[in-house]
C-alpha cells in the first residue's frame, strides 16, 4: 500500500546533528515533490521544506537560517533531513509530506512522523 | 513570506449543526492559471495531518460533501454543514504558492 514512513528521530544533545529518513513505497517516489513539516510539543504544524522530484528546486523557511538540508535519493525512494546545530526548540515531530509533480492535488501523502528531543 | 491567519482557533459545535473557520493569507493565492493555492487540511486526535480541500474548493478523495471550502484571493472558508463526531480535530490551511506556509489552527470539538 502507499506509505510514508520516517526514521532517525531520537534524543540529541544542543549543538548536535540528527539525520531524518522517509521511506516512500507503494507509489512512484520520483514523481513527487516531498516536503519536511515539523509539531512541536501543543503547537500547530510548520512547514519546513521542499524538494522538486528531480531535487533541481529547494526551498527552504526563513526560520531554519541554513542549518536543515533535504535531500533525496530517487533510486532508494528515500527523503532525508539533514538537521545540524540543534536547539531545545527543533524539539518536535517531524512529518514527511508528498504531492503528485504533474498536477496540484493537493500535499495528500504524509508520513506517521518520527520524534526529535533536543535536550541536554 | 506569506502568513497565513486563521479564525476561530476554538470552535466548539453542537452535533449536527454547521461550522465555518476562515483563512485569510497576506497575498493573494490566485495564481495566473487562474487556480486558488489554497487547501485544507485535518489532523484528527493522535493522527498524522490528512488533505481535506485543494486548490481551495476540490474535496480530496473520500472527503463527504458535507465539507466543503470557497474563496479566492486572500479570503477563504472551511465549512462543514453538518458536523458529527469524527470531524474533531484541528483544522489547518496551508499556501501552496510560494512555498508553504500553514495558519494556526482551529481546534474543532465537541460541545
Known amino acids: 500500500q502507499v506509505q510514508l514512513v520516517e526514521s532517525g528521530g531520537g534524543l540529541v544533545k544542543p549543538g548536535g546533528s540528527l539525520r531524518l529518513s522517509c521511506a516512500a513505497s507503494g507509489f512512484t517516489f520520483s514523481d513527487y515533490y516531498m516536503s519536511w513539516i515539523r509539531q512541536a510539543p501543543g503547537k500547530g504544524l510548520e512547514w519546513l521544506s521542499f524538494?522538486?522530484?528531480?531535487?533541481?528546486?529547494?526551498y527552504y523557511a526563513d526560520s531554519l537560517r541554513g542549518r536543515f538540508t533535504i535531500s533525496r535519493d530517487n533510486a532508494r525512494n528515500s527523503l532525508y533531513l539533514q538537521m545540524d546545530s540543534l536547539r531545545a526548540e527543533d524539539t518536535a515531530v517531524y512529518y514527511c509530506?508528498?504531492?503528485?509533480?504533474?498536477?496540484?492535488?493537493?500535499?495528500?501523502?504524509w508520513g506517521q512522523g518520527t520524534t526529535v528531543t533536543v535536550s541536554s | 513570506d506569506i502568513v497565513m491567519t486563521q479564525s476561530p482557533l476554538s470552535l466548539p459545535v453542537t452535533p449536527g449543526e454547521p461550522a465555518s473557520i476562515s483563512c485569510r493569507s497576506s497575498?493573494?493565492?490566485?495564481?495566473?492559471?487562474?487556480?486558488?493555492?489554497l487547501d485544507w487540511y485535518v489532523q484528527k486526535p493522535g493522527q498524522s495531518p490528512q488533505l481535506l480541500i485543494y486548490?481551495?474548493?476540490n474535496r480530496a478523495s473520500g472527503v463527504p460533501d458535507r465539507i466543503s471550502g470557497s474563496g479566492s484571493g486572500t479570503d477563504f472558508t472551511l465549512k462543514i454543514s453538518r458536523v458529527e463526531a469524527e470531524d474533531v480535530g484541528v483544522y489547518y490551511c496551508m499556501q501552496a504558492l510560494q512555498a508553504h506556509s500553514f495558519g494556526q489552527g482551529t481546534k474543532l470539538d465537541i460541545k
Open positions: 509530506a508528498g504531492r503528485y509533480e504533474k498536477y496540484y492535488y493537493g500535499m495528500d501523502l
Open positions: 524538494i522538486s522530484s528531480s531535487a533541481n528546486t529547494i
Open positions: 497575498q493573494s493565492l490566485l495564481h495566473s492559471n487562474g487556480y486558488n493555492y
Open positions: 486548490l481551495g474548493s
